[in-house]
Every structure is written in C-alpha cells, then in structure tokens.
T-cell receptor, first 111, second 113 residues
C-alpha cells in the first residue's frame, strides 16, 4: 500500500514569506514525485516534478527530495495571496506511472 | 494552450440510474485517465486507457464502471447503477506518453440523490 502523508493544515504565512510544505511516504520503491496545486473546486494542476535526491528549482518553487528519509517538500518563496490553495503531494512507483495522491495541505497566504 | 474539457460540469442523478461523464482529451495525447475526489478526500485513481483498452485500474473501478472511446475525440466514463457513495468530483486527465505530466480537466461534479 502506497501511503502519502501530508499535514492537512491550514498553513498560514504572510505575503512575501517562504511557505514550506512537507510530505512523507511509505513506499521505498517510489521513484517519481509530484506537487500539484488545487484551488477550491478546481482540478489539480502540476507545478513540480522531481525524480532524484536533492533540490529542483522552478521560479519561486523549489522541490526537495530525500529518498533515504522518505520525504519530499515544496518551498514557495515570496508567497503571494494567489498561492493560497491546497497543495497535493503525489508519487508513483517504478512499475506504474499512476500517481498516488496525499490529502493535501491547505496554504493560506495573508496580505 | 490545449486543454482537457469535461461535460457536464455538474450532473445530478437519482440513485440507481446510469450516468455517462464525457471528456475530450488533448488531441495529441495517447493516455487517458479518470480520477475521482470525494469532497474533502484524496484524489483517487480509477482507470487508465491506452490504445483502446484499459491499461490499469484500481479497486474502486468495479463492474459498475466502464470506459469507452466511442470516436476519435471523446473519452467517457459510465456508471451503470449509481449509488449515493458515487457522489464526487470526477476528473479526466490525459498525457502524451506514459510517465509524462497529466493534464486534468475541470471535472464533473456528480451528485447522487
């Protein structure tokens, strides 16, 4: 059973701060890791994917993967109110490309 | 930018009735998926479809569910005899290749009365 655990939040940060979102997983065979953003009532939108240990940066977003400790995180720099959403962590095993989703962390960026 | 489109946006159906949810994947994508999200819960995988057949399905995707690509553009999910617990948001997604990022449609909210 592939489990993906996230703190449901809400995580509240002031505008301009760094938001740090964390995710742990149980399946050591997991190979592909994804962060999706989901606005209320909307569909998931892929914002980052990461496949190897270390950091991957894309604009204001940085994904961090540590397979030994089985966690993946997402940092959002210079947080904006428009970043307020639920952030879903997802992963897939090498044998299947179908992602397993966590329940998501609600992020609130207040002005 | 091309997008996945789903219709209807909201479907209200009596328990026991059949419902068909429709999706038009991105035109050059080859892999198609259905997911559901019960209110406040995780996004759950239902089924993936490639080359006109199911490539993978979850335990949720039982005999009450079926998928079809009736023509070159549409991809449908049918629930034969709906139950109250089928009430959820259903998302269609497509990808160009296996392992490539999946693009989600805006979803169909299914309400079973």
């Amino acid at each position: 059973q592939k489990e993906v655990e996230q703190n449901s939040g809400p995580l509240s940060v002031p505008e301009g701060a760094i938001a740090s979102l964390n995710c742990t997983y149980s399946d050591r065979g997991s190979q592909s890791f994804f962060w999706y953003r989901q606005y209320s009532g909307k569909s998931p939108e892929l914002i980052m994917s990461i496949y190897s240990n270390g950091d991957k940066e894309d604009g204001r977003f940085t994904a961090q993967l540590n397979k030994a400790s089985q966690y993946v995180s997402l940092l959002i720099r210079d947080s904006q109110p428009s970043d307020s959403a639920t952030y879903l962590c997802a992963l897939s095993h090498g044998g299947s490309y179908i992602p397993t989703f966590g329940r998501g962390t609600s992020l609130i960026v207040h002005p | 930018e091309p997008e996945v489109t789903q219709t209807p946006s909201h479907q209200v159906t009596q328990m026991g009735q059949e419902v068909i949810l429709r999706c038009v994947p991105i035109s050059n994508h080859l892999y198609f998926y259905w997911y559901r999200q019960i209110l406040g819960q995780k996004v759950e995988f239902l089924v993936s479809f490639y080359n006109n057949e199911i490539s993978e399905k979850s335990e949720i995707f039982d005999d009450q569910f079926s998928v079809e690509r009736p023509d070159g553009s549409n991809f449908t999910l049918k629930i034969r005899s709906t139950k109250l617990e089928d009430s959820a948001m259903y998302f269609c997604a497509s990808s160009r290749d296996e392992g490539q990022p999946q693009h989600f449609g805006d979803g169909t909210r299914l309400s079973i009365l």
